[in-house]
Protein backbone atom coordinates (compact mmCIF):
# COMPACT_ATOMS: atom_id res chain seq x y z
CA UNK A 1 0.00 0.00 0.00
CA UNK A 2 3.03 2.17 0.52
CA UNK A 3 4.62 1.47 -3.00
CA UNK A 4 7.78 0.05 -1.38
CA UNK A 5 8.14 3.10 0.51
CA UNK A 6 8.94 3.07 4.29
CA UNK A 7 5.95 4.03 6.39
CA UNK A 8 7.36 7.00 7.46
CA UNK A 9 8.47 8.74 4.74
CA UNK A 10 5.11 7.84 2.98
CA UNK A 11 3.44 10.06 5.91
CA UNK A 12 5.78 13.24 5.64
CA UNK A 13 5.04 12.90 1.56
CA UNK A 14 1.09 13.24 2.35
CA UNK A 15 2.01 16.17 4.72
CA UNK A 16 4.15 17.94 2.07
CA UNK A 17 1.32 17.39 -0.09
CA UNK A 18 -1.03 18.62 1.84
CA UNK A 19 0.60 21.81 3.21
CA UNK A 20 1.17 22.94 -0.63
CA UNK A 21 -2.57 22.81 -1.66
CA UNK A 22 -4.46 25.42 -1.39
CA UNK A 23 -7.56 24.96 0.79
CA UNK A 24 -10.63 26.53 2.29
CA UNK A 25 -10.63 27.52 5.87
CA UNK A 26 -12.54 25.43 8.19
CA UNK A 27 -14.95 28.12 9.00
CA UNK A 28 -16.06 28.95 5.53
CA UNK A 29 -17.79 27.49 2.94
CA UNK A 30 -15.84 27.01 -0.77
CA UNK A 31 -18.33 26.88 -3.89
CA UNK A 32 -16.68 26.70 -7.62
CA UNK A 33 -15.30 30.78 -7.37
CA UNK A 34 -17.41 32.10 -3.91
CA UNK A 35 -15.73 31.50 -0.80
CA UNK A 36 -18.25 32.43 1.72
CA UNK A 37 -17.16 33.13 5.69
CA UNK A 38 -20.45 34.91 6.47
CA UNK A 39 -21.34 34.60 10.53
CA UNK A 40 -18.14 33.30 11.49
CA UNK A 41 -17.49 35.53 14.48
CA UNK A 42 -14.22 36.54 12.57
CA UNK A 43 -12.21 39.54 13.40
CA UNK A 44 -9.70 39.39 11.08
CA UNK A 45 -9.71 38.25 7.44
CA UNK A 46 -8.11 34.29 7.27
CA UNK A 47 -4.78 33.80 5.98
CA UNK A 48 -5.20 30.76 4.34
CA UNK A 49 -8.17 31.82 1.69
CA UNK A 50 -7.50 30.46 -2.11
CA UNK A 51 -5.95 33.08 -4.35
CA UNK A 52 -8.43 31.89 -7.45
CA UNK A 53 -12.09 33.01 -5.99
CA UNK A 54 -13.55 35.93 -7.21
CA UNK A 55 -15.94 36.44 -4.40
CA UNK A 56 -15.18 37.02 -0.84
CA UNK A 57 -18.06 37.40 1.64
CA UNK A 58 -17.39 38.62 4.90
CA UNK A 59 -20.70 39.79 6.18
CA UNK A 60 -22.06 39.62 9.44
CA UNK A 61 -19.11 39.39 11.57
CA UNK A 62 -16.99 41.36 13.74
CA UNK A 63 -14.37 43.25 12.11
CA UNK A 64 -13.80 46.89 12.91
CA UNK A 65 -10.92 47.85 10.79
CA UNK A 66 -9.44 47.02 7.55
CA UNK A 67 -5.72 47.06 7.09
CA UNK A 68 -3.21 47.46 4.26
CA UNK A 69 -2.82 44.87 1.97
CA UNK A 70 -5.71 42.72 3.54
CA UNK A 71 -6.16 41.72 0.30
CA UNK A 72 -3.33 42.11 -1.72
CA UNK A 73 -3.13 37.97 -1.93
CA UNK A 74 -6.36 37.69 -4.29
CA UNK A 75 -5.78 38.89 -7.21
CA UNK A 76 -8.34 37.46 -9.02
CA UNK A 77 -10.86 38.97 -5.98
CA UNK A 78 -13.45 41.01 -7.94
CA UNK A 79 -16.69 41.06 -5.30
CA UNK A 80 -16.20 41.80 -1.71
CA UNK A 81 -19.20 41.63 0.72
CA UNK A 82 -18.58 43.42 4.34
CA UNK A 83 -21.80 44.13 5.28
CA UNK A 84 -23.08 44.16 9.29
CA UNK A 85 -19.90 44.27 10.61
CA UNK A 86 -18.46 46.98 12.86
CA UNK A 87 -15.97 48.98 10.34
CA UNK A 88 -15.69 52.39 11.49
CA UNK A 89 -12.66 53.32 9.00
CA UNK A 90 -9.99 51.93 6.26
CA UNK A 91 -6.16 52.04 6.54
CA UNK A 92 -4.28 53.41 4.31
CA UNK A 93 -3.59 51.23 0.78
CA UNK A 94 -6.30 48.96 2.08
CA UNK A 95 -7.22 47.43 -1.75
CA UNK A 96 -3.10 47.91 -2.86
CA UNK A 97 -3.05 45.37 -5.44
CA UNK A 98 -6.78 44.66 -5.51
CA UNK A 99 -7.83 46.73 -8.65
CA UNK A 100 -9.92 43.80 -10.28
CA UNK A 101 -12.18 44.30 -7.81
CA UNK A 102 -15.72 45.48 -9.32
CA UNK A 103 -18.40 45.25 -6.38
CA UNK A 104 -17.52 47.07 -2.39
CA UNK A 105 -20.43 46.24 0.14
CA UNK A 106 -19.50 48.42 3.48
CA UNK A 107 -23.30 48.78 4.07
CA UNK A 108 -24.08 48.34 7.89
CA UNK A 109 -21.08 49.18 9.17
CA UNK A 110 -20.05 52.71 11.52
CA UNK A 111 -17.95 54.82 9.15
CA UNK A 112 -18.23 58.54 9.91
CA UNK A 113 -16.00 59.79 7.40
CA UNK A 114 -15.22 58.50 4.18
CA UNK A 115 -11.90 59.43 3.43
CA UNK A 116 -10.09 60.58 -0.30
CA UNK A 117 -7.77 57.46 -0.14
CA UNK A 118 -10.60 54.48 1.17
CA UNK A 119 -10.78 53.40 -2.70
CA UNK A 120 -7.35 54.77 -4.49
CA UNK A 121 -6.52 52.34 -6.80
CA UNK A 122 -10.09 50.67 -7.38
CA UNK A 123 -10.33 51.74 -11.20
CA UNK A 124 -12.21 48.78 -12.23
CA UNK A 125 -14.79 49.25 -9.39
CA UNK A 126 -18.66 49.59 -10.88
CA UNK A 127 -20.62 49.13 -7.48
CA UNK A 128 -19.74 51.05 -4.07
CA UNK A 129 -22.22 50.50 -0.95
CA UNK A 130 -22.10 52.73 1.58
CA UNK A 131 -25.68 52.88 2.75
CA UNK A 132 -26.85 52.70 6.26
CA UNK A 133 -23.82 54.07 7.86
CA UNK A 134 -23.23 56.73 9.91
CA UNK A 135 -21.08 59.20 7.52
CA UNK A 136 -21.87 62.47 7.84
CA UNK A 137 -18.29 63.87 5.70
CA UNK A 138 -17.75 62.57 1.91
CA UNK A 139 -14.29 63.96 0.87
CA UNK A 140 -14.01 65.90 -2.53
CA UNK A 141 -11.86 63.52 -3.73
CA UNK A 142 -13.26 60.32 -2.52
CA UNK A 143 -14.85 59.13 -5.83
CA UNK A 144 -12.10 60.79 -8.31
CA UNK A 145 -10.30 57.64 -9.40
CA UNK A 146 -13.50 55.64 -9.76
CA UNK A 147 -13.84 56.14 -13.64
CA UNK A 148 -15.55 53.08 -14.38
CA UNK A 149 -18.26 53.28 -11.56
CA UNK A 150 -22.03 53.23 -12.08
CA UNK A 151 -23.22 52.96 -9.04
CA UNK A 152 -23.19 54.76 -5.57
CA UNK A 153 -25.24 54.00 -2.27
CA UNK A 154 -24.91 56.73 -0.09
CA UNK A 155 -28.51 56.30 1.84
CA UNK A 156 -29.81 56.16 5.06
CA UNK A 157 -26.55 58.05 6.47
CA UNK A 158 -26.01 61.53 8.05
CA UNK A 159 -24.41 62.98 5.41
CA UNK A 160 -24.81 66.90 5.20
CA UNK A 161 -23.01 68.20 2.49
CA UNK A 162 -21.64 66.00 -0.71
CA UNK A 163 -19.20 67.29 -3.53
CA UNK A 164 -21.58 67.27 -6.60
CA UNK A 165 -18.78 69.43 -8.19
CA UNK A 166 -15.85 66.11 -8.48
CA UNK A 167 -18.79 63.96 -11.18
CA UNK A 168 -17.96 65.27 -14.43
CA UNK A 169 -18.69 63.56 -17.89
CA UNK A 170 -14.67 63.14 -18.14
CA UNK A 171 -14.02 61.69 -14.96
CA UNK A 172 -17.52 59.56 -14.53
CA UNK A 173 -18.74 58.69 -17.88
CA UNK A 174 -20.50 55.72 -16.58
CA UNK A 175 -22.37 56.54 -13.27
CA UNK A 176 -26.28 56.08 -13.72
CA UNK A 177 -27.20 56.05 -10.01
CA UNK A 178 -26.17 58.09 -6.88
CA UNK A 179 -28.06 57.41 -4.09
CA UNK A 180 -28.23 60.27 -1.24
CA UNK A 181 -32.13 59.53 0.22
CA UNK A 182 -32.52 59.43 3.97
CA UNK A 183 -29.73 61.78 5.16
CA UNK A 184 -29.81 65.32 6.42
CA UNK A 185 -29.18 67.71 3.32
CA UNK A 186 -30.71 70.80 4.15
CA UNK A 187 -29.45 73.04 1.50
CA UNK A 188 -27.85 71.77 -2.08
CA UNK A 189 -25.67 73.48 -4.21
CA UNK A 190 -28.06 73.75 -7.01
CA UNK A 191 -25.74 75.04 -9.70
CA UNK A 192 -23.76 71.49 -9.44
CA UNK A 193 -26.61 69.82 -9.29
CA UNK A 194 -27.85 71.63 -12.40
CA UNK A 195 -24.32 70.66 -14.29
CA UNK A 196 -24.46 66.73 -13.33
CA UNK A 197 -23.87 64.85 -16.16
CA UNK A 198 -27.32 64.22 -17.50
CA UNK A 199 -27.37 60.61 -17.41
CA UNK A 200 -26.48 61.04 -13.71
CA UNK A 201 -29.51 63.15 -13.53
CA UNK A 202 -31.83 60.72 -14.32
CA UNK A 203 -30.14 58.26 -11.23
CA UNK A 204 -29.97 60.87 -8.15
CA UNK A 205 -31.77 60.11 -5.36
CA UNK A 206 -32.54 62.52 -2.53
CA UNK A 207 -36.15 62.09 -1.15
CA UNK A 208 -36.23 61.82 2.60
CA UNK A 209 -33.94 64.68 3.46
CA UNK A 210 -34.43 68.07 5.02
CA UNK A 211 -34.31 69.67 2.38
CA UNK A 212 -35.43 73.83 2.62
CA UNK A 213 -38.24 75.07 0.62
CA UNK A 214 -37.17 77.18 -2.11
CA UNK A 215 -38.20 78.42 -5.35
CA UNK A 216 -34.96 76.85 -6.72
CA UNK A 217 -35.45 73.40 -5.21
CA UNK A 218 -39.01 73.23 -6.78
CA UNK A 219 -37.90 74.42 -9.93
CA UNK A 220 -35.32 71.50 -10.22
CA UNK A 221 -37.80 68.47 -9.44
CA UNK A 222 -40.30 70.02 -11.29
CA UNK A 223 -38.88 69.62 -14.08
CA UNK A 224 -37.36 66.31 -13.54
CA UNK A 225 -41.17 65.21 -12.59
CA UNK A 226 -42.07 66.48 -16.27
CA UNK A 227 -39.30 64.34 -17.80
CA UNK A 228 -40.36 61.39 -15.62
CA UNK A 229 -37.31 60.60 -14.05
CA UNK A 230 -37.78 57.43 -12.13
CA UNK A 231 -36.21 59.01 -9.25
CA UNK A 232 -39.09 61.31 -8.98
CA UNK A 233 -41.39 59.21 -9.94
CA UNK A 234 -40.77 56.03 -7.24
CA UNK A 235 -40.76 58.60 -4.33
CA UNK A 236 -43.50 61.45 -5.11
CA UNK A 237 -44.42 61.19 -1.44
CA UNK A 238 -41.14 61.08 0.31
CA UNK A 239 -39.92 64.18 -1.56
CA UNK A 240 -40.80 66.76 0.85
CA UNK A 241 -39.32 70.27 2.70
CA UNK A 242 -39.08 72.30 5.29
CA UNK A 243 -40.71 75.88 5.57
CA UNK A 244 -38.57 78.43 6.84
CA UNK A 245 -36.15 75.25 8.31
CA UNK A 246 -39.10 73.67 10.71
CA UNK A 247 -39.11 70.45 11.05
CA UNK A 248 -42.34 70.34 11.87
CA UNK A 249 -43.85 72.16 8.99
CA UNK A 250 -43.25 70.02 6.51
CA UNK A 251 -44.90 69.46 3.11
CA UNK A 252 -44.73 67.14 -0.13
CA UNK A 253 -43.81 69.94 -2.23
CA UNK A 254 -44.58 67.84 -5.50
CA UNK A 255 -48.05 67.43 -4.50
CA UNK A 256 -48.73 70.67 -2.58
CA UNK A 257 -47.46 72.73 -4.70
CA UNK A 258 -49.03 75.83 -4.12
CA UNK A 259 -46.23 77.29 -1.36
CA UNK A 260 -44.53 78.18 -5.13
CA UNK A 261 -47.05 79.93 -7.33
CA UNK A 262 -44.98 82.66 -7.16
CA UNK A 263 -41.95 80.89 -8.42
CA UNK A 264 -40.91 81.10 -11.93
CA UNK A 265 -39.99 77.82 -13.64
CA UNK A 266 -38.46 79.92 -16.70
CA UNK A 267 -35.22 80.13 -14.72
CA UNK A 268 -34.43 76.30 -14.86
CA UNK A 269 -34.25 74.69 -18.17
CA UNK A 270 -31.93 71.50 -19.00
CA UNK A 271 -28.72 72.85 -21.32
CA UNK A 272 -28.72 72.59 -24.68
CA UNK A 273 -29.77 69.64 -26.57
CA UNK A 274 -27.50 70.18 -30.17
CA UNK A 275 -25.91 73.31 -31.12
CA UNK A 276 -25.93 73.65 -35.26
CA UNK A 277 -23.57 75.41 -36.90
CA UNK A 278 -23.18 77.55 -39.75
CA UNK A 279 -21.69 80.82 -41.86
CA UNK A 280 -23.41 83.61 -43.89
CA UNK A 281 -21.63 85.65 -46.15
CA UNK A 282 -23.63 88.98 -46.96
CA UNK A 283 -22.84 92.51 -49.09
CA UNK A 284 -23.44 95.51 -46.83
CA UNK A 285 -26.89 96.78 -47.98
CA UNK A 286 -28.34 93.21 -48.47
CA UNK A 287 -31.01 91.52 -46.69
CA UNK A 288 -30.51 88.22 -44.93
CA UNK A 289 -32.69 85.91 -42.99
CA UNK A 290 -31.65 83.43 -40.12
CA UNK A 291 -33.63 80.57 -39.62
CA UNK A 292 -33.70 78.82 -36.15
CA UNK A 293 -33.91 74.96 -37.10
CA UNK A 294 -33.09 72.41 -33.75
CA UNK A 295 -34.01 69.26 -33.35
CA UNK A 296 -36.92 70.54 -30.94
CA UNK A 297 -40.15 69.17 -33.04
CA UNK A 298 -43.14 70.94 -30.71
CA UNK A 299 -45.06 73.45 -32.35
CA UNK A 300 -45.27 75.67 -29.50
CA UNK A 301 -41.61 77.18 -28.73
CA UNK A 302 -40.21 80.51 -27.66
CA UNK A 303 -37.35 81.79 -29.71
CA UNK A 304 -34.77 84.84 -28.52
CA UNK A 305 -31.98 85.62 -30.73
CA UNK A 306 -28.90 87.28 -29.28
CA UNK A 307 -26.77 89.68 -31.41
CA UNK A 308 -23.71 90.71 -31.75
CA UNK A 309 -24.33 94.37 -32.27
CA UNK A 310 -28.38 94.53 -31.29
CA UNK A 311 -27.89 92.40 -27.72
CA UNK A 312 -31.57 90.75 -27.17
CA UNK A 313 -33.97 89.94 -30.27
CA UNK A 314 -37.48 88.59 -29.17
CA UNK A 315 -40.81 89.18 -30.40
CA UNK A 316 -42.02 91.61 -28.30
CA UNK A 317 -38.66 93.86 -27.69
CA UNK A 318 -38.49 94.44 -31.68
CA UNK A 319 -39.53 97.95 -31.95
CA UNK A 320 -36.93 98.10 -35.36
CA UNK A 321 -38.63 98.35 -38.87
CA UNK A 322 -35.56 96.66 -40.66
CA UNK A 323 -36.17 93.41 -38.03
CA UNK A 324 -38.35 91.14 -38.04
CA UNK A 325 -38.95 87.94 -36.02
CA UNK A 326 -41.16 85.20 -37.45
CA UNK A 327 -42.93 82.72 -35.36
CA UNK A 328 -40.91 79.90 -36.47
CA UNK A 329 -38.14 81.98 -35.15
CA UNK A 330 -36.63 83.24 -38.71
CA UNK A 331 -34.77 86.63 -37.81
CA UNK A 332 -34.67 88.91 -40.89
CA UNK A 333 -32.64 91.82 -41.35
CA UNK A 334 -33.76 94.35 -44.18
CA UNK A 335 -30.22 95.95 -45.00
CA UNK A 336 -26.94 95.01 -42.75
CA UNK A 337 -24.42 97.03 -42.32
CA UNK A 338 -20.64 96.35 -41.32
CA UNK A 339 -21.00 96.49 -37.66
CA UNK A 340 -24.07 93.32 -38.05
CA UNK A 341 -20.74 91.13 -38.36
CA UNK A 342 -20.42 88.70 -35.93
CA UNK A 343 -21.94 85.53 -34.13
CA UNK A 344 -25.53 85.19 -33.53
CA UNK A 345 -27.05 82.74 -31.19
CA UNK A 346 -31.06 81.64 -31.45
CA UNK A 347 -32.33 79.81 -28.28
CA UNK A 348 -35.51 77.92 -28.89
CA UNK A 349 -37.48 76.78 -25.51
CA UNK A 350 -40.28 74.19 -25.23
CA UNK A 351 -41.50 74.96 -21.59
CA UNK A 352 -43.77 72.00 -21.65
CA UNK A 353 -41.23 69.88 -21.78
CA UNK A 354 -38.69 71.75 -20.33
CA UNK A 355 -36.09 71.11 -22.85
CA UNK A 356 -34.28 73.77 -24.70
CA UNK A 357 -31.58 74.10 -28.22
CA UNK A 358 -29.39 76.39 -29.32
CA UNK A 359 -28.27 77.47 -33.08
CA UNK A 360 -25.23 79.47 -33.88
CA UNK A 361 -24.85 81.37 -37.02
CA UNK A 362 -21.47 83.74 -37.95
CA UNK A 363 -22.57 86.18 -40.02
CA UNK A 364 -19.92 88.02 -42.30
CA UNK A 365 -21.20 91.62 -44.19
CA UNK A 366 -18.75 91.89 -46.55
CA UNK A 367 -18.16 96.01 -48.60
CA UNK A 368 -19.87 96.48 -51.85
CA UNK A 369 -17.97 94.71 -54.91
CA UNK A 370 -17.48 98.28 -56.61
CA UNK A 371 -15.41 99.22 -53.46
CA UNK A 372 -13.71 96.31 -53.73
CA UNK A 373 -12.89 96.48 -57.35
CA UNK A 374 -11.74 99.96 -56.99
CA UNK A 375 -9.10 99.17 -54.52
CA UNK A 376 -7.95 95.60 -54.71
CA UNK A 377 -8.56 95.13 -58.70
CA UNK A 378 -7.61 98.42 -59.85
CA UNK A 379 -4.04 98.42 -58.46
CA UNK A 380 -3.87 94.79 -60.17
CA UNK A 381 -5.01 95.95 -63.43
CA UNK A 382 -2.45 98.99 -63.66
CA UNK A 383 0.54 96.96 -62.80
CA UNK A 384 -0.61 93.94 -65.53
CA UNK A 385 -0.17 97.55 -68.29
CA UNK A 386 2.77 98.61 -66.89
CA UNK A 387 4.27 95.90 -67.18
CA UNK A 388 2.93 95.10 -71.00
CA UNK A 389 4.43 98.65 -71.77
CA UNK A 390 7.73 98.11 -70.89
CA UNK A 391 7.07 94.66 -72.63
CA UNK A 392 6.26 96.21 -76.15
CA UNK A 393 9.10 99.35 -75.33
CA UNK A 394 11.89 96.65 -74.99
CA UNK A 395 11.16 94.48 -77.66
CA UNK A 396 9.42 96.96 -80.66
CA UNK A 397 11.02 99.93 -80.16
CA UNK A 398 13.68 100.20 -83.40
CA UNK A 399 17.45 100.19 -82.41
CA UNK A 400 19.10 103.46 -82.50
CA UNK A 401 22.89 102.97 -81.55
CA UNK A 402 25.72 102.43 -84.33
CA UNK A 403 26.17 99.13 -82.86
CA UNK A 404 22.88 97.71 -84.10
CA UNK A 405 23.29 99.01 -87.60
CA UNK A 406 24.07 96.39 -89.81
CA UNK A 407 27.41 97.28 -92.32
CA UNK A 408 26.54 99.16 -95.42
CA UNK A 409 27.54 97.37 -98.77
CA UNK A 410 30.91 99.04 -100.46
CA UNK A 411 29.89 101.01 -103.36
CA UNK A 412 26.30 101.83 -102.80
CA UNK A 413 25.73 105.46 -103.17
CA UNK A 414 23.26 107.09 -100.36
CA UNK A 415 20.91 109.02 -102.98
CA UNK A 416 19.23 112.36 -101.42
CA UNK A 417 15.55 113.00 -102.43
CA UNK A 418 15.42 115.34 -105.10
CA UNK A 419 12.09 115.78 -107.01
CA UNK A 420 14.24 117.82 -110.06
CA UNK A 421 16.13 115.11 -110.91
CA UNK A 422 13.86 112.04 -110.18
CA UNK A 423 15.79 110.15 -112.47
CA UNK A 424 19.23 109.96 -111.59
CA UNK A 425 18.25 107.60 -108.93
CA UNK A 426 18.24 104.90 -111.80
CA UNK A 427 21.47 106.59 -113.90
CA UNK A 428 23.94 104.79 -111.16
CA UNK A 429 25.91 101.89 -113.09
CA UNK A 430 28.52 101.08 -110.60
CA UNK A 431 26.91 97.77 -109.74
CA UNK A 432 26.98 94.95 -111.01
CA UNK A 433 23.64 93.00 -112.30
CA UNK A 434 24.53 89.26 -110.94
CA UNK A 435 25.08 90.73 -107.55
CA UNK A 436 21.61 91.88 -106.00
CA UNK A 437 21.61 94.87 -103.92
CA UNK A 438 21.63 94.69 -100.39
CA UNK A 439 18.79 96.97 -98.54
CA UNK A 440 17.96 98.62 -102.05
CA UNK A 441 15.20 101.33 -102.49
CA UNK A 442 12.82 101.18 -105.44
CA UNK A 443 11.14 104.69 -106.19
CA UNK A 444 7.90 104.11 -108.76
CA UNK A 445 7.71 107.55 -110.95
CA UNK A 446 5.44 108.38 -114.40
CA UNK A 447 7.38 108.33 -117.29
CA UNK A 448 8.43 112.02 -118.60
CA UNK A 449 8.61 113.43 -122.24
CA UNK A 450 12.33 111.89 -122.52
CA UNK A 451 11.21 108.33 -121.66
CA UNK A 452 9.42 105.60 -123.74
CA UNK A 453 6.74 104.38 -123.98
CA UNK A 454 7.96 101.51 -121.76
CA UNK A 455 9.70 103.19 -119.49
CA UNK A 456 13.21 103.22 -121.15
CA UNK A 457 15.09 106.65 -121.42
CA UNK A 458 15.90 107.10 -124.75
CA UNK A 459 19.09 108.14 -126.48
Not at 186 to 212: C, F, M, T
Request: negative net charge; contains cysteine.
Amino acid sequence: MTCGLPPRLFLLLISLLQDSEETCPSMCLCISDTISCSSSGLSRIPTSIPTFFTTLDLSHNHFSWLGPGNFNRMPQLENVLMSHNQISSLGHGVFRNASSIRHIDLSSNKLRVVEQHYFEGLWRLEELLLYNNRITQVEASTMSGLSSLKKAYFSLNQITHFPFFSIQDHSHPFLSMLDLSSNRMSRLPWEDVKALPGLLQRGLYLHNNSLICDCTMYSVFWHWDLRGYNSIKDFTEEHTCTISGDPKASIQFLKQNRFFFNCSLEKVVSQTVTVLLSSVLVSEGEGIRLDCQTSLNSTNLSFTWLSPSRGSITKSSVNDTQITLFPNGTLEIQAVKSNDSGLYMCTAVDFKQALNATREVNVTVQLPQTESFNTGYTTLLGCVVTLVLILMYLYLTPCQCNCCKPPRPAGIPIVAYDPSSLSSVFLSTSRKPSKPFINKHVAFMEPTDEEGADGTLES
